[in-house]
């Protein structure tokens, strides 16, 4: 394994004393023991489960201090405790094992390996008192085998059950600890009242809300909120989903030419206008009447629940408890979620049920917010974020879609998340629509959810393609420059459903903006990363959040670096770097029959048809992977007459490709119409990352004393090479080579020119590899699939590649 | 989905009230209402989280009583409940969806279809008090679509949480409710004194014994427990056993011919002679010295802590934290677990810890266990049940060994499990010797350990395969007679870990044995099955256990049906019947070129030969399912000559195949050795069930009120037909034709006789399919594989298939 831990705060040696003090691990008669006695002293107390003196000695005899001497034999003998001696005890109680792991006569040689953190000593044959204390502190702070720092390995063990007067809540090196009841959680229900009234019933939409919230705030503790506002957790109607999934077995068809300027397209649609007064409050309460006990989990939240946090969710509009419709990301939803907010802020009124108008404050809410979830839930946290609401403080935002255009479309095509090909937003509106699992609630407000529907599948204009108002108020780019949350995104390179632009955008609009911003790119596709072995994101979430909702000063913006990338080569290493998408170093490639080239570029024209026989269209569209294989393999296959396949010479050293890729094209089509796709593959036999990470430890993390678990996990190389990857593909309407709404003309058989970026990555490309470029047509995971009779002309003396490469 | 509920005890009406009284559902007050407004009262207790009558106003107008009117309207204004009314609201609360699940115009037609019980009534238009009261409480004893009762679903929800006065335990309709408080559960250590002493040391074995109880049981409650021994749940050395694993890839040897009889082979050992006399008690302590908090979770137990059961886990000798070493299912480990039934049932002695001596008795214990647990450690229940020990009342067996050379070896050759291919008794032993873990100890124990290990390397007798004294000492089949404890066995009919020759010799062997016991067969392989949708598994459980542990009257024995098999031809069937493997009607096959034929055989000799060419023997080696399509499919592939296939004519009619079909073989190798394959394939283009169960709730199976969570799991139909299945496969050493000790001659190119049983099997074949009969000789997957050059003849005038089919 390797570590790579942000999140240890680098405190003062009186600020250790203080800490260890606080949480009974140090006091002062112990300052008169032997550094070997004091470690002992230490280490007993860590046996938090061995109660007795005979089986902390048989605990202590377990362990081995040198190759030959078992712990206790050692400490109770030595006169001078050696940091070998230290660390071969350490690495053992991290769950580190002899042999498999590290050598007993060689820690230390393990432990930079492993990149474990370690003090430094005068005398590593005699560590000092203070040595000792030092060590000890670092090394409840370092991670053990299992991902989780040792402190939270103890905690788990009972460590915090055994004292009454620890402080609630608590920091340690900067991070909350766990030190609530999480036995005792109060789950609990409100409605609180939003400024909408999408369902036009004359009332403001109340929102369900739950909450989760320890029960010290019972006692006096006010205590900041992480809220995920995910419409998925009322439930889904799948079934309704998949049958309204759209047929994407269609031609592309011409659309008219127009001079569409933005204006044409802009939304201006505010549903906070003309809205109904506020319900009269006609009493208070403290207490809600109602609770809950089925619940969606999140496990990041979950962790936090015992760290001295409440965790909210929230439905929005159109779920199952709540009023109002789905509307699929606009300005609606945006409300509902920044009305939750501004409940637990203080500033706004939620009821205790929908008809008796008792009022409810958060009274146990430090008025302190941060949005988290991945997806949907991220997207609406995005959304919330560009509100600038007061209260919301910070926001952890994975994966997480920025404008919901380049989610369902891309340049003037339809264009599907991978995975969900035929889907769109009116699908979606009807899978989240869960005010349709009370069949009662559904009977009442169906015709007019079915015209709501109708109104989203007409608006989205699947038809055309095109970016135009619908989209536009789903567009929360425009708005991000209001942001006053410090944000944490986090993204797959590899995520496939929820495409990397999406964060690149956000990441762009939020430049100048002034608020803290971090960003984290892994190797996944659409998953959440706080479960790793190699890196300590939750630990890093943890010193975040104290920092943001508790206000400690614990460095959070300065130990977590601007952009860290998970690299693509290799298992559990991850650099960190000062930006992303904004490299001066750029390399342009000429296109040349089957080759780029830096230099020269072919003359003749190059072209590629569209169409397959039947039974390979039918083939490719049910099996995907074939598709993808026979796409970027150089074999021939039924594709071979349908692409464009060029790679760069073998490279003589490491390349990391830092952004978005921009093709030059000079292309004509035998028709009126036309789409291209353009691939980036990673070319090289080698052992590449696994897709998933793989679980590594089942159920091993322990996310406190007798509360949840989670499976440990990490990518791992594949079980056999493989001769390419796919590392970014892009696509667009030969009628949109200025933007998404301006249609553009285009006849057959005569030139254009089309210059389009690809999704952005960040590729690091080892020696011998081959950075390749496919152009090609229909994408059988992503766009239409007409199987039309179309062929593509390319003019490489017009045409070129230009890479963005990254340099230090 | 399609309901198998199988244990729901039929209990006369007076019953019903009376439980429906204990619970709170029902006063005397409650029968001077209408019948609807019993039912809306009922409801309204239902509704646990709604704590005002406005929400439970709100959550009844939200379900639906008839295609147009709320359940709210309906009740408040009928003057006759009808049954559809009723089932249409029970339908909702289980989580059935109108309009995908059924129409609220015909809910009895969907709930037939469903196999959801209801009750009969005189007058469907107009249910009676008593009705109203019969129904709901078949109501909260019938599984809902989350695979749970819906009594279960209530008390997840908190309804149980409510009440002060319930009995504990508590039993509804025959079955153990989550009455008990998992938020303050103890965990506890003891050091069970077992009469062993395998690590020589001069001193008895002692066992580290984990107990999760209920803190009731600290005021009075006398609890049952559920015991699972697993030796992995102290951790496993994977890495040193991935190195020890065996070479496969070697020629098959021949062995000196013997004239062994059972008495050459048979096993005298007993490892609880000579040993030390008992420690010498120093005093006695009522609480444990030790807590633990790390634990392996198996979800059926922790089903149990809800329901007034103690589970209690220990790992046996040779584990971390205990002493002795690990044997691989010899006595010693047999004596291992039994000494911990005996301490639970009152009859040994455990310690506080390993050296003070002092004793702690299970003084919460009611002395009733039952052992659980699925591989080996339903392998270690088996061996304890053999022993007949007190106080052992049941085991729950789920894919257990019952006969070590059942597992590795088959008919005088090395047999690898599948996935497990040269792993053996050796490797075993070392993956699970965790004391190693503890670098201390191991460093102590490591000299003696490798002579064990080096011992059990030899005795195993890898190159010769035979059954010998060694697997005699693994063999618990010879004491099941003495088995004392009723058993319920669950295996999969498709597990290629443990076989199921298995579970079929267990269940032989308890034939005349004067027990009850059951079987399960799942369509899964090495599976556990309590989050199925379709079957009622964790109830038949707790019926079962609750008659078996607490004495409850329940007609758990009449109730379970004897064998219940799961079809495998669609999705959702469960049949029951008498008996398994004792079938008396058989079909007899002879064999012709490429064909099954029950009357005419072929007359010329039918040859294959063994070896591949070594591109084709290593692509076989590493990518095993290309190996199986090879060997079943009948296209040109490098396996062509190499196996014969025969396939009787399509089927007219539906054929089930119950229990082991048997091969009659006159064959010759060209070599001094040989080996048969037998594998038996289902031929016929079809979709067939996924090979495993498919998540269809994620964490949606909720075991009490905020306690541990499961996924709901289904198998369905597997997306794209395909051409063949294989059903079961056998081997055999042409050497050992008689039995697995006696090594027989065998001379180059002389045929011999050779008659096998196959794996067991209950096998359904559909109309138009072909049973097909593959002799071959190595099989990748599980047999050594030296790539001989040995040719094979059969002579199909003295060789048949007898094929054992069940008939009503």
Redesign the interface.
């Known amino acids: 394994m390797k570590n790579h831990q942000f999140a240890i705060e680098p405190v003062k040696f009186s600020q250790m004393i203080h800490e260890l003090k606080v949480i009974h691990f140090y006091n002062d008669q112990m300052s008169k023991l032997s550094p070997a006695l004091l470690f002992k002293h230490l280490l007993f107390k860590a046996f938090?489960?061995?109660?007795?003196q005979?089986?902390k000695?048989?605990r202590l005899?377990?362990?081995?201090a040198t190759p030959?001497q078992?712990?206790d034999n050692y400490l109770d003998s030595t006169q001078n405790l050696s940091t070998s001696a230290f660390y071969n005890v350490a690495l053992?109680l991290w769950h580190f094992?002899?042999h498999?792991d590290f050598e007993?006569d060689a820690p230390l040689k393990a432990m930079k390996k492993m990149r474990l953190p370690m003090v430094k000593v005068a005398n590593p044959k005699a560590m000092t008192n203070k040595d000792v204390l030092h060590a000890w502190y670092l090394m409840l702070n370092t991670h053990t085998k299992l991902g989780q720092t040792y402190l939270d390995d103890l905690a788990?063990?009972?460590y915090y059950k055994q004292f009454n007067d620890l402080p609630k809540p608590l920091f340690i090196d900067g991070k909350a600890q766990p030190v609530f009841n999480t036995?005792?959680?109060i789950?609990e229900?409100v409605y609180v009242e939003s400024p909408l009234d999408t369902d036009k019933d004359g009332e403001r939409d109340l929102l369900k809300t739950d909450i989760i919230r320890p029960s010290e705030t019972n006692h006096g503790v006010k205590v900041p909120t992480l809220f995920t506002a995910s419409p998925y957790n009322m439930g889904t109607n799948d079934?309704?989903g998949d049958r309204m999934t759209h047929n994407v077995n269609k031609p592309l068809t011409r659309k008219q030419p127009n001079n569409y300027t933005y204006q044409d397209v802009e939304s201006h649609a505010d549903p906070t206008k003309n809205i109904p007064a506020p319900r009269a409050v006609k009493g208070h309460a403290k207490q809600p009447?109602?609770?809950?006990?089925?619940e969606w989990?999140y496990t990041m939240n979950d962790y936090f629940l015992a760290r001295g946090f409440a965790v909210v969710y929230s439905a929005g509009v159109g779920t199952l408890g709540s009023q109002g419709l789905k509307t699929t990301g606009d300005k609606a939803e945006t409300v509902s979620a920044e009305s939750v907010v501004q409940w637990l802020a203080g500033n706004r009124t939620a009821f205790?049920?929908?008809?008796?108008h008792i009022a409810i404050d958060a009274w146990w809410s430090n008025h302190n917010v941060a949005m988290t979830g991945r997806s949907y839930l991220g997207t609406l946290a995005t959304a919330v974020a560009s509100t600038g609401v007061k209260g919301l403080k910070t926001c952890i935002i994975e994966a997480a879609i920025s404008s919901w255009y380049d989610y369902y479309r891309e340049n003037g095509l339809v264009c599907a998340a991978g995975g969900f090909q035929g889907e769109d937003a009116d699908v979606l509106a009807e899978e989240v629509f869960s005010r349709?699992?009370?069949?009662?609630?559904?009977?009442r407000i169906k015709p007019l959810w079915k015209k709501q529907l109708a109104k989203i599948t007409h608006d989205q204009h699947r038809d055309t393609g095109a970016y135009n108002k619908f989209w536009d108020a789903r567009n929360y780019l425009k708005d991000l420059k209001n942001t006053k949350a410090d944000l944490l995104f986090v993204h797959g390179l590899n995520d496939i459903n929820v495409k990397p632009i999406n964060v690149e955008h956000s990441w762009k609009a939020l430049k100048d903006v002034p608020v803290t911003k971090k960003l984290i790119l892994h190797q996944g596709q659409h998953i959440y990363i706080n479960n790793f072995q190699s890196i300590d994101f939750t630990d890093m979430v943890n010193l975040w959040i104290s920092n943001k909702l508790y206000g400690v000063d614990n460095s959070a913006n300065q130990l977590i670096p601007p952009v860290t990338v998970q690299d693509n080569t290799k298992p559990e290493t991850w650099n960190t770097y000062k930006d992303w998408c904004n490299s001066q170093h750029h390399i342009t490639y000429h296109l040349n029959d089957q080759s780029l080239d830096p230099e020269s570029c072919s003359q003749a024209p190059l072209s590629f048809k569209d169409y397959v026989d039947k039974k390979s269209f039918a083939k490719y569209c049910h099996y995907l992977p074939v598709w993808y294989h026979d796409l970027m393999s150089s074999k021939k296959s039924p594709l071979t007459g349908n692409k464009l396949i060029f790679k760069t010479a073998p490279f003589k050293h490491d390349l990391k490709v830092d952004g978005n890729v921009k093709v030059n094209l000079r292309v004509k089509s035998s028709q009126d119409i036309g789409l291209i796709s353009a691939m980036l593959v990673d070319y090289g036999t080698a052992k590449r990352l696994t897709i998933s990470p793989q679980v590594i430890g089942f159920?091993s993390i322990?996310q406190g004393?007798?509360w949840r678990?989670d499976d440990l996990r990490e990518f791992k190389y594949q079980k056999h090479p493989t001769p390419f990857k796919k590392i970014v593909v892009s696509h667009i309407n030969l009628q949109n080579r200025h933007n998404a709404y301006k249609v553009d003309d285009l006849k057959p058989n005569q030139y254009v020119d089309v210059s389009f970026e690809l999704q952005p990555t960040f590729f690091h490309f080892l020696p011998k590899h081959q950075l390749g470029l496919i152009i090609f047509a229909t994408d059988y995971a992503r766009t239409l699939r007409g199987n039309q009779h179309i062929s593509y002309t390319i003019d490489p003396k017009y045409s070129s590649l230009v890479v963005p490469v990254y340099k230090k």
Not at 289 to 294: G, N, R, T
Not at 352 to 356: A, E, G, R
């Open positions: 938090v489960n061995d109660h007795s005979a089986l000695n048989f005899h377990g362990l081995m030959d078992a712990a053992q094992e002899v498999l007993l788990s063990d009972g036995n005792h959680l789950h229900v079934a309704d009447e109602q609770a809950f006990h089925h989990t205790t049920n929908p008809s008796d349709k699992k009370s069949a009662g609630d559904y009977h159920q322990y004393y007798h678990k």
